[in-house]
């Protein structure tokens, strides 16, 4: 038996480079964690990542035919589009190298294994949610398919059901590691899976299943000795943490935290993670800082409270506003999520976002700016949103696939400006893709351009809320206000 797990390559569109990545952070060692399970049970297994790699698909053939697998396990991505390279190049090696079965898994298999299925008839199967217990089933006991964890096609059609996830996490094997997840500086950390929240634009707990324990977290013992592995293997000391929320719920959450930064602190590394703004307090993050914490990701969404009722996120704007206090106290910058534009938004709710985002100086930079500024969004199949949206028939399929959708504003005017700004911030994201790493080494040129910039988005948000609260403006005016802030942008960047 031999298997290869194919992080496939991946191409995203211009208009959508400020979209949240078509898979969660979370995703990142699913690949990872099969093949440790696999490697573990004394299974071949071989990762091709021609994702962090940067393979074209004939160098991943290449690859294939020299290992010519029994099993290819593909981690297959969104792309906002039909997959249809990737699906003629998956029909074109099964069939040249004699693969005897192909699946997928990940995020967009598990809710939309149906129309991949349809779409790719070499594609043999879906593994659901979580994949190591499905797919060890599937290589041990191979031909035999496995009853449950997967989606396939049967004489009555697709037939999905639901596995079994892992209840003790600290009893999954480390991840397998490519070299190519040394690369970049960093080592990503799982450890935990799952969310005690429950966020209408999230699918999160919806993948895993778990409707018992919808935060799973491993031991801080557990996840020191990966690290420590780790550490013997390569010189790389920044680790981070990409679960979907560094801290478990209530009181054993917290002290779960403090064991963990005990531990962290006598490794003198540093460290990132995901938390929800409700998490954020002194104590932990006091410890955590000491322990090496650089770097944390909130998800404020919203300086209104109803919006973060209608986004049930079990958060305030006291909430919020206390988080940044303590993170700032403690020299934490944080990274922020934030949907200045929601499909129920009215313009006085942009106004008190935006007045939100000024009080709490989270606009003096343009790399927080041209995303706090415009930010929609996203609906995708799995969220409670994208259910609750289709019930109401407001929801809007993407023709490229059922996984994805939006949906009309109720306020045709915040439309106007959700248009508006998409544009201009897209606009921008154009020049930061191949300037952001001369911001982030300081060159005082680029400072001072972004510093500019900055301010004429800031001031173009103000005016525009301002225009469209008092009259309407046309398709041509609206056209033409682009244009003029896109081409002043031009001239700052020349």
């Known amino acids: 038996m031999n298997v290869i797990l194919l992080e496939h390559p991946r191409s995203y569109g211009d208009d959508r480079c400020n979209d949240i990545a078509n898979a969660p952070l979370s995703a990142c060692l699913n690949t990872g964690y099969i093949g440790g399970m696999l490697a573990a049970n004394n299974i071949d297994v071989t990762i091709v990542d021609g994702y962090l790699e940067q393979l074209d698909y004939p160098a991943i053939e290449e690859q294939i035919a020299t290992l010519t697998p029994t099993i290819l396990g593909i981690h297959l991505v969104y792309h906002w589009e039909d997959n249809k390279t990737l699906y003629q190049f998956i029909k074109h090696i099964k ?9 997928v898994y990940g995020f967009y298999p598990t809710f939309a294994y149906e129309e991949i299925l349809n779409r790719c008839p070499a594609i043999d199967s879906a593994l659901l949610g979580e994949a190591e217990l499905t797919f060890l089933t599937l290589a041990e006991n191979f031909p035999t398919v496995p009853q449950s964890g997967i989606a396939t096609r049967t004489t ?5 059901t639901r596995g079994e996830v892992v209840t003790d996490v600290d009893s999954l094997p480390f991840p397998l590691r490519s070299t190519s997840s040394y690369s970049f500086g960093e080592v990503n950390i799982s450890g935990s899976r799952g969310c005690y929240g429950g966020c209408t634009f999230c699918y999160i707990n919806p993948y895993y299943g778990d409707t018992k324990r919808k935060w799973r977290g491993r031991s801080p013992e557990n996840i020191i000795t990966e690290i420590d592995t780790i550490m013997k293997q390569t010189d790389i000391r920044y680790f981070y943490f990409m679960d979907p929320n560094f801290y478990g719920p209530g009181r054993a959450g917290k002290e779960r935290v403090l064991k963990l930064a005990h531990l962290l602190k006598e490794r003198h590394i540093h460290f990132g993670i995901e938390a929800r703004a409700n998490d954020i307090e002194e104590e932990t993050i006091k410890a955590l800082t000491d322990a090496g914490l650089k770097h944390i990701l909130i998800g404020l969404e919203s300086g209104l409270d109803e919006a973060l009722k209608r986004l049930n996120k079990l958060t305030t704007v006291a909430d919020n506003e206390q988080a940044l206090e303590i993170l700032r106290k403690y020299g934490i910058e944080p990274s922020v999520g934030f949907i200045m534009f929601e499909p129920d938004s009215t313009l006085e709710d942009l106004k008190v976002n935006y007045d939100f985002l000024k009080r709490n100086a989270l606009l003096d930079k343009l790399e927080i700016s041209v995303n706090v500024l415009y930010h929609h969004m996203i609906i995708l199949k799995g969220s409670s949103s994208y ?6 028939g407001r929801l809007n399929i993407s023709p490229h696939s059922t996984y994805e959708a939006d949906t009309d504003y109720l306020n045709p005017r915040v439309a106007m400006l959700a248009g508006m700004m998409r544009d201009m911030t897209n606009h ?3 020049y930061m893709k191949d300037t952001w790493e001369l911001s982030f ?4 040129v680029i400072l001072e351009k972004y510093r500019l910039i900055n301010q004429l988005l800031i001031q173009s948000f103000e005016d525009y809320l301002y225009l469209l609260k008092n009259r309407e403006i046309t398709i041509d005016q609206r056209n033409s206000f682009v244009d003029t802030f896109n081409h002043t942008v031009d001239g700052i960047m020349a």
């Open 95 to 103: 069939q040249t190298y004699g693969i005897a079965y192909v699946c």
């Open 156 to 160: 009555n059609g697709i037939v999905a």
């Open 387 to 392: 259910k609750a949206l289709q019930d109401q």
């Open 428 to 430: 921008i994201f154009s």
């Open 441 to 444: 080494k300081k060159d005082p």
